[in-house]
């Protein structure tokens, strides 16, 4: 089956750093990608979508120049966390859509756990 | 936007028992997902729906695109599928994001 995997899987930082998280579709090329996020005990929100070549579509309340996204190639995107703030402590997840026939599967990443301290 | 919204909350049961957890949306949907959520964070896909009945092992998801509806069922359920299990909906297909239940965290005692 496909996977979809996200690297790294836990992070803690320090207030005022940067935080890269990439999302790698292993063994299909996907042409959208997705970012999502969530908090304690909440349930996941989309955060933007991921468009190969071109920019992110970012959701309302989250901002593009704190949550850069970059997805340079069909398997690649990333999620740089720019001046992380212990309130953008979360768990991040990417899911990925091949872009075939069945336009609606999504295949999720295992998640990355980030702590800012 | 879609509201999607999921009962019970929490349930505990038996193993053993019928397990059933409902979600219900406010707006015409692509495709329904249901998905598990274990303690460590990651994500399963158990099904993706746009209509009808699909069926996998002990577990069952039906949708009535009507009703703006879904269900997800558990035949003889066992400890190991204590998680969280969520719905989620597409609203504009593949191109779209999806929009989340709140999750229903089901625990199965021995």
């Known amino acids: 089956g496909a996977v979809v995997s996200q690297h790294p899987s836990w992070v803690i930082c320090k207030s005022g750093t940067s935080v890269k998280i990439e999302c790698r579709s292993l063994?299909?090329?996907?042409?959208?990608m997705f970012w999502y996020r969530q908090f304690p005990k909440q349930s996941l929100m989309l955060m933007a979508t991921?468009?190969?070549?071109?920019?992110?579509?970012?959701e309302q309340g989250v901002e593009k120049d704190k949550f850069l996204i970059n997805h340079a190639s069909l398997t690649l995107s990333t999620l740089t966390v720019t001046s992380a703030h212990p309130e953008d402590s979360s768990f991040y997840i990417c899911?990925?859509?091949?872009?075939?026939?069945?336009?609606?599967?999504?295949?999720f990443g295992p998640g990355t756990r980030l702590t800012v301290l | 936007k879609n509201e999607v919204e999921q009962s019970p909350q929490n349930l505990t049961a038996q193993e053993g028992e019928f397990i059933t957890i409902n979600c219900s949306y406010s707006?015409?949907?692509?495709?329904l997902h249901w998905l598990q959520q274990h303690p460590g964070g990651g994500i399963v896909s158990l099904f993706m729906?746009?209509?009808g009945k699909k069926k996998h092992g002990r577990l069952i998801a039906t949708i009535n695109i009507q009703e703006k509806h879904s269900s997800l069922h558990i035949t003889a359920s066992h400890p190991r599928d204590s998680a969280v299990y969520i719905c989620?909906?597409?609203?504009?297909?593949?191109?779209?994001?999806?929009?989340f239940g709140k999750g229903t965290h089901l625990i199965i005692q021995p």
């Open positions: 989620a909906v597409n609203t504009g297909g593949g191109a779209d994001g999806l929009t």
């Open positions: 729906l746009s209509s």
């Open positions: 063994d299909f090329q996907a042409t959208t």
């Open positions: 991921s468009n190969e070549g071109s920019k992110a579509t970012y």
């Open positions: 899911s990925a859509n091949p872009g075939l026939a069945n336009t609606d599967t999504q295949y």
């Open positions: 707006v015409g949907i692509s495709a």
